[in-house]
Each structure stands twice: as C-alpha cells, then as structure tokens.
C-alpha cells in the first residue's frame, strides 16, 4: 500500500495485521470466567459456613426470601420424584384388539343361528345397545370410541351390549353353505332374543350406518329406545373379518326394503314414524349426510333432533369428544342425571371451564320427502 500522500513506495503488510482470530478465545475471557469460579466456590464456601453455624444455634437456618433452606432442597428431591410417578387415571387405549379383560362375549341363540353379543359394565344398570356398520364389528366399529376418556366417564352410570351381525365377529368361521343369511327385518327380529337372553326390558339403541337401520327396524316393531382411518381398517378387514360372511352381510344390506316411515305436516300428525326420541347424527363429511336428512324428514319433529357435527366424515373416530358430549345430552332429556364433563382452558392466570361447543340443527328441512 502506499506510504503516505507524498510518498509513492509500498510495502507489505504482515498476516497479522490483515486476518484476526475468531476462533480463539480471548485471554481476557479465561480470566472473567476464572473470576466466576471464584465468585462461586467463594458463594459456596459462605453458605457451607452459615449452614455450620446454624447447627449450633436453635432458630431455623431462613434464606434472603424467607424461605427454610433444607425444606426446599427436599421439597425439589420430592418434586422430581413425583413427577416421575405421574400415570394417567384412564390410559388412552384407542387400538383395536380383542383383549379388554372386562368385556365378556356371550353367544346368544336365535331362530336364525347364535349371535355373539359383547357385554361391558355392570348389567344393573341402565342398557346401551349398538349395531355396527357394514365390514365392521364391536371391536373395529365402537372399541376405540367407548375407551375414549370421557365416553369411559359417561359409560360408568350404563351396561353396555354390542350385538354383532351373524358371523361379522373378529376371527370368524365361514357360515355354512346352505346358511340362508337373515334379511334385514331378521336381523332386527334377533334382538328379542338378545334382550330376552339378558333380561332387558328397554335399551337405549346406538347404531352405525347398517346397525342404525336395523335398530330402527326392531323399535318400529317392538317401541324400543332407539336413537338411531383407512390402512388400519384395511389392515383389520384382511386379518379379522372373515370376507364370505361379510358379503352375505352386505348382499341383505343391498336388498333391504324401504323403513315405510313418514309424518303428516299439514295436519301436524305422524302416521307412522318412531314413536320414541330419535338423535340423527352424521358428519359434515359424510357422503351420507342426505340421507339423514331425508330420514329426518320422516321423522316427528317434537322428539327427534339432527345433528350435523363439523370437520369430520367418521363421527366415532374423528371426533368422539364431541359425540360424546351430545349422547350425555340425549341422555340426560331421556331422564338419566349424569355429570357433565366439562373441557378446561388455561389462560393466564385463570382457568375456565365450558362444556364442548356443538352444533345442533333440529329437522333441517320444512317439507317431507318420500321416496
């Protein structure tokens, strides 16, 4: 570089005055945190000869906050250990399998073969019925959302009988080649035999798809209660379902005939309708969603309800909180006292508690459809 203004020569520069370590530390930075280790065993020296005089003296050993010195040390020892031992109430169980050891399947003659029947709770008290969906049985179609923790809450005040379709159970065995699979009407006839077999007198019915048709079939003759995940399921129907009987399932299914139901709504009267309190649910994804609405169109409108809950397809599966919610409702309007479960929010210092929003439309439609 040049000398000066009236100097022209150059001259090189040495490395060192170019390039500056960021690599290293400086020395001046061994020397602050040699000044910290100081300060520290010199902090720590203190407090071990304050801790010694305090074992001669009477009065308790108190800190700059007030605080007993040894209370804490055994309080943070009993916090870590607690923490360590913290297990949830209700384990989130929300696999499929047939393992639940206070589930006790019951096979149950009828005139159209045995049927098996999965019983849960105590049986003294207040009866739930389900039904399951095409492909599906009580396991693949109820097992998660029962075991879900606030329907576990809600199920301590009922018993619970899962009736599964002829030969739908997990692990069954072809039907016989000359098995006549029941119709529709014949499936919903086997439920006598189910509620004779357990001495019930009313259920309160819950049905998928398939099992809510059938459900609604048994209390049109009978005037019972009755409202009405893809590669696991897929890897389940291979394993468990045995698929010759399902399509004996399916095939009644197809051939069913129609429910014969409508109401009068000129003259306000239901001709003939479910005479007891009806919940229709499906989600807002449901291909099916129409259909609901039709049958809520048929239905009479002073003691049924529809209910479209949002952001799902599978109402079980995708949101059981919610569904869980509105079944303690229905309930409740049926005259059973159940506490309310409550979902909790922590903002700031405060904590709220308010039950789970849901969106209820009764009979979204003004006009009866018939087909």
């Given at each position: 570089m040049p000398g000066g203004p009236g100097n022209p020569t150059y001259h090189s520069l040495e490395r060192d005055h170019v390039y500056k370590?960021?690599?290293?530390?400086?020395?001046?930075?061994f020397n602050v945190f040699e000044s910290l280790l100081k300060k520290a065993y010199t902090v720590t020296a203190s407090a071990a000869q304050?801790?010694?005089?305090?074992?001669?003296?009477?009065?308790?050993?108190?800190?700059?906050?007030?605080?007993n010195l040894s209370r804490r040390m055994q309080a943070e020892s009993m916090d870590d250990v607690d923490l360590r031992q913290v297990q949830l109430s209700i384990p989130l169980t929300r696999s499929l399998a047939r393992t639940d050891p206070t589930v006790e399947e019951v096979y149950v003659e009828?005139?159209?073969?045995?049927?098996?029947v999965a019983v849960a709770g105590n049986r003294g008290k207040p009866a739930i019925l389900t039904y399951h969906d095409l492909g599906l049985n009580y396991i693949s179609n109820f097992q998660a959302f029962f075991n879900f923790s606030d329907m576990r809450s809600l199920l301590e005040n009922f018993s619970v009988y899962h009736v599964n379709a002829?030969?739908?159970?997990?692990?069954?065995?072809p039907l016989a080649d000359d098995y006549i699979y029941p119709t529709m009407d014949e499936l919903s006839n086997q439920l006598l035999f189910v509620l004779s077999y357990f001495g019930l007198h009313s259920v309160i019915g819950l049905g998928v798809?398939?099992?809510?048709?059938?459900?609604?079939?048994?209390?049109?003759?009978h005037l019972w209660y009755c409202p009405h995940l893809v590669d696991g399921r897929r890897s389940y129907f291979e394993q468990c379902v045995n698929p010759i009987n399902l399509a004996l399932f399916i095939d009644a299914y197809i051939r069913r005939t129609d429910l014969n139901i409508s109401r009068d709504l000129e003259n306000r009267t239901c001709t003939q309708t479910l005479g007891m309190p009806v919940m229709n649910i499906t989600g807002a994804f449901s291909p099916h969603v129409d259909d609901t609405v039709i049958l809520n169109s048929r239905l009479d409108p002073t003691s049924s309800s529809w209910m479209k809950i949002s952001d799902c397809g599978m109402v079980l599966e995708e949101q059981p909180s919610k569904l869980t919610e509105a079944l303690r409702?229905?309930?409740q309007g049926l005259g059973y006292v159940l506490s309310q479960t409550l979902r909790v929010s922590v903002s700031g210092d405060s904590v709220r508690s308010s039950p789970w929003p849901i969106r209820i439309t009764e009979n979204p439609i003004d006009h009866a459809v018939h087909c």
């Open positions: 370590s960021t690599t290293t530390i400086p020395e001046a930075k304050t801790v010694a005089k305090a074992r001669n003296r009477s009065e308790p050993l108190i800190d700059s906050t007030g605080l009828t005139d159209r073969g045995s049927i098996l002829p030969g739908q159970e997990e692990g069954a065995q798809g398939a099992g809510g048709n059938i459900l609604a079939r048994f209390a049109l003759s409702l229905f309930l």
